[in-house]
Every structure is written in C-alpha cells, then in structure tokens.
RNA sequence: GGUCCCAUCGUCUAGCGGCCUAGGACGCUGGCCUCUCACGCCGGAGACACGGGUUCGAUUCCCGUUGGGACCA
C-alpha cells in the first residue's frame, strides 16, 4: 500500500459524552494513517442514537480533536442529517427482496429466544415475518436484512490477518428500528460506501460485526473496504477502559494541565512501536506509522508513562507558550491582580520547568510569586522558622537591602558570607527563607527563587516571617 | 453460554529460527549531585503462561491446555 493516495479513512464517534482515550486513539491511527499516505481524514458523528446523543458532546468532540491537533478533511458529517440516503437503500434491499418487514415485537423475540434456547437451539431470529404477505395491522414493522445462511464470510483484516465466521451463526439483523432510524451496522456501512471510505480503521469491539457489515456491502452491490481492528486499550484490571479506572476523557486531560503532544506520543505508543523509539515528534509519526506495526494485543492503559512524557515535553515547551498556559490557569483561580509583565512570567515559568510534570504544576509554583500575601504551612513554620533563626532574618535582610543588581549571583555572595560568618551550613539559613518565601519546604533553587521574586517582596517576606517568630 | 480475538519484565514494547547470558522505556530500587523537592547521571532487581510437536536449532512456526479480553445473548 505504498503508493495508496486515494486513501480515505474515517474517524465515527457517537456523540453521547465525552471524548475519550479509547476514541482519540482510533482517531489518531487513522488520522496518522491518512497522512501518511496524503490521503483524506473525514470526521462523522453518528447520531443516529436520538436520545443518548447531544450538541454539547459534538462539541467536545470537535474541540477536543482541535486541541490534539487532528485535523479532518471532511465533515464534520452528522448522520441524522443523512436520513434520506438511509431510506433509499433500505428501499433498494427491499426491492430487491434482501430485506423485508419484520413486525415481531420485542416481548415476542425474548419469549421465542428463550424457547430456542431452552431447545437447545441457537438464540437467532426465527424469520417468521419473512413469510408474511401482508403487514400486520396496527404494527409499525421494522426492517430485516436477509442475511445469507450458508458458507463463511471471512474478513481480511489488515492487522488480524484472515478471521472466518460461519454464515450460519449470523442472524437476520435489522437495519431500521420500527422508528424509522437505520440500526448502526447498516448506517455505518452506507456512510462508508457513499463517502468511498477505503480503511475502516476502527477498535476490536467492532470485529465481530464485521462479516454482516460484509454481507450488506455485497447485498448492495459494493466491494468492502480494507479492514483493521485496532486492539482495545485496558484499565489496570486488564478490563475495557471506562470512567471507574480514572481520567478517561479529553477534557479531563486538558484540566490536569496535559500538554497535547504528549498525549497523542503516548497513545501513539501504545499499540504501535518503531524499534526503541519512544518519543516523537507528530512529523516522525506521520513519516513511521504503519498498520504492519500494529499489535495484535491489547494494553493497558499506563499513566504514569503519560505524566513521565508530559514532563518531557513541558522540558521541550517554548516559555512563551507555557507562560501563556499558565497564566490561563491562574486567571481562571482569580488569583492574578494585576497582569505580571510577561516577559518576567517568562523567567518564572522557566525556573518552574524543570520540576513541573504538569502544568497544573507549574501554577502551583508559580502562585508564591503572583499573589500577594502567601500562607506559611504550618509544619514548615514549626520545624524552619525557630527561635535562633530570628535574628539571622532579620540579618540576611538588611544586607540583601543594598544589593545592585539583585542577582543570583550577588544573592549567592551575600548568603554565602552571612553563612561562613555565623559558622552555619546553607540550609541552616536557605530553608527558613524558602518557608518565608514561599509558605513551604519545596521550591526551585533558592537563589533563583529570590531573584525572581525581586528586592521588594523578597524582603517584606523575610522580615514578616522574623515578626512571626 | 455462543462467536471471535489475544498471550515477552508490574506496565508499554523490541524480537519477524541461530545476532538472546532476551534489548529499550515507564515504574520500582541502590548510589552520585545537592540549600528543600525535583531534574539529571551511574548501577540493580525484574519477562519469553504451560505441554506437545516441526527443526541440527525455537521467544520466534504448528497443535493443544490454561489464562485474559471483546461482541452477542
């Protein structure tokens, strides 16, 4: 498939919720398919689900997608839009007796299934409206597809290899519910066909409709697409991944201060290798990836791994963009007064970086630094901010007061000659300071931190913590 | 229960018959660095599910068992 530029693949979430990392992947391994091979990414939101579905959750997904830098070629399309294409083929089907009414009701189905069952037989429809001549009166019929009884139908799978499954074990299924609205195998079968969809890259869960999917393309006259069933992404209990094993959605990323390139490397790898290879870049992706290099099984779902690439690229971040991040962040806790000069922010996110896994982080350090009046942990107090240490305070800040320029380096003299002079270690003076700058134990360097703190605040914080003792 | 799929360190994975005393990454862990916490650097523990074949030789191919998962009910 090297030389495939009539690729066309499709990304068909349901719009009942979130977007979820399930989904994202999906997307993002067709979305690097297309790419690849300068083919077409289409966008689809089926729909059809009239009362799970919402306009809220298609914009999740639209902007979730945006924020993980998906872009799509077509669409978005919306299957409740598509209604009239839907009837013209179920017609079709049923003109051509591949289809026909089926007027049983769910009560009737459930009582004839469990007789089977209880005769040992196999639960599938009976068929008993396929002989019907005429409609049952007072019934709305749902429509049938005329499912073929004999042979197998084996789907070729570009990740699976061939996977055969006996006609026989297949039943009738319907392709229109009584309400008029196509079943999800027969919609999604004619958006593929009507939007010529060339890969049908799609997850596990989807394998085993596959070969009716098969037989209504070739009911229709069709020639299916490629197929490729993507493993599923597990929780830690090696089951499907949902909500009860933790952030699962997009959005819930974003507000934990995930950074976009993050998540898709992770998801990227998870499922698909190139040798050793772990970080990439979403070129490298696009230039690498390949369905040969798809695994067959399925993984769970690691996110530690996530926060250790996320650490990575906060490191390979431009300050600029993070400054602005987070600055976000701390507009939205209504803790920024007044708007910092940027280019100073700048420095305070990069003396942040280093320690910061996420950005939610990084806000947390750098809120010493914004707001006015910081609150000293209790515990730091009690253990940092002694009785002897008073009077060393209260030292350090009358000789910090003449320091020009209010340096790292000038800084470091002065904290050096104070500690060589009382005959203390560093720490003996650096972590009382640290408690008074920043109300805790941890913080970047200490230096640094007071040089981007700057003289005034500096100062005012180490002669309050002295007045506190 | 039926159908289908899957199986290398705890996790993500490399491996496509000999390069494997099984490699990398996350995590864990010992040490170094050090003003705290991190980062970083150096080292360590840690896996081919089991049983049969095929082969001169199996992690790699085939079959079975076991285990796990998905779908349908």
Redesign the pocket.
């Known amino acids: 498939m090297s030389t495939a530029n009539n690729v066309r693949v499709r990304f068909a979430p349901s719009p009942t919720g979130a977007l979820h990392i399930g989904g994202v992947r999906t997307a993002l391994f067709n979305w690097l398919f297309a790419r690849h091979y300068h083919g077409k990414f289409i966008l689809r939101i089926e729909d059809t689900d009239q009362t799970r579905s919402t306009g809220e959750s298609i914009k999740i997904i639209v902007d979730g997608m945006k924020w993980l830098g998906l872009d799509w070629d077509e669409g978005p399309f919306r299957q409740t839009a598509r209604m009239d294409i839907y009837r013209a083929y179920i017609d079709r089907l049923i003109k051509g007796g591949k289809a026909y009414y089926c007027y049983c009701t769910p009560d009737e189905l ?1 009582i004839r ?1 469990k007789e089977a ?1 209880k005769a040992g037989k ?2 599938k429809y009976d068929r008993k409206c396929r002989a019907l001549s005429a409609p049952v009166p007072g019934r709305i019929p749902a429509v049938r597809f005329l499912s073929t009884d004999e042979g197998q139908t084996i789907v070729r799978d570009l990740i ?2 061939a ?4 006609n026989q ?1 297949l039943d009738d299924l319907i392709i229109q519910r009584s309400d008029g609205f196509p079943t999800y195998n027969f919609a999604v079968v004619v958006d593929d066909v009507t939007m010529k969809i060339s890969h049908v890259i799609r997850g ?6 596959t070969p009716r999917q098969i037989q209504l393309y070739q009911a229709l006259g069709y020639d299916p697409p490629e197929f490729a069933h993507l ?2 992404i ?1 929780g830690a ?4 991944l949902s909500k009860r094993h933790g952030a699962t959605a997009v959005t819930e990323y974003i507000d934990l201060g995930y950074l976009p390139e993050a998540l898709v490397n992770y998801l990227a ?5 190139h ?2 290879q ?1 970080i990439f870049s979403s070129q490298e992706l696009i230039e690498n990836f390949s369905l040969d ?1 798809v ?8 996110p ?2 996530l ?2 690439l996320n ?2 690229y906060i ?1 390979q971040a431009d300050h600029g963009r993070l400054a602005a991040l987070v600055l976000d962040l701390l507009r939205k806790d209504g803790v920024v007064k007044t708007e910092p000069d940027i280019e100073w922010f700048k420095k305070l996110i990069a003396m942040l970086t ?2 910061s ?1 996420t950005l939610v982080e990084m806000k947390t350090g750098a809120l010493p630094f914004i707001i006015d009046e910081i609150t000293i942990d209790e515990k730091a107090k009690a253990k940092h901010l002694t009785a002897d240490v008073a009077p060393l305070l209260r030292e350090l800040a009358d000789r910090l007061k003449p320091i020009e320029p209010f340096s790292h380096e000038e800084v470091e003299k002065v904290f050096t000659s104070l500690v060589n002079e009382k005959g203390i ?3 003996k003076l ?2 009382p300071v ?1 408690v008074a700058l920043t109300g805790g ?8 931190v007071i040089a981007v703190m700057g003289k005034d605040k500096v100062i005012r914080r180490i002669v309050a913590a002295a007045n506190l003792i």
């Open positions: 459930e299934r069952l196999p639960p699976r290899g996977v055969t499954f006996e074990q596990d869960d989807h394998l085993n409709n493993p599923m597990l209990d090696k089951t499907k790898r998870l499922g698909w290798s040798g050793d772990e290099t695994g067959k099984a399925p993984s769970v779902f690691n530690e791994k926060l250790w650490h990575y490191q280093e320690r896994h270690k560093l720490g650096a972590q640290r134990t941890v913080s970047p360097g200490i230096f640094e």
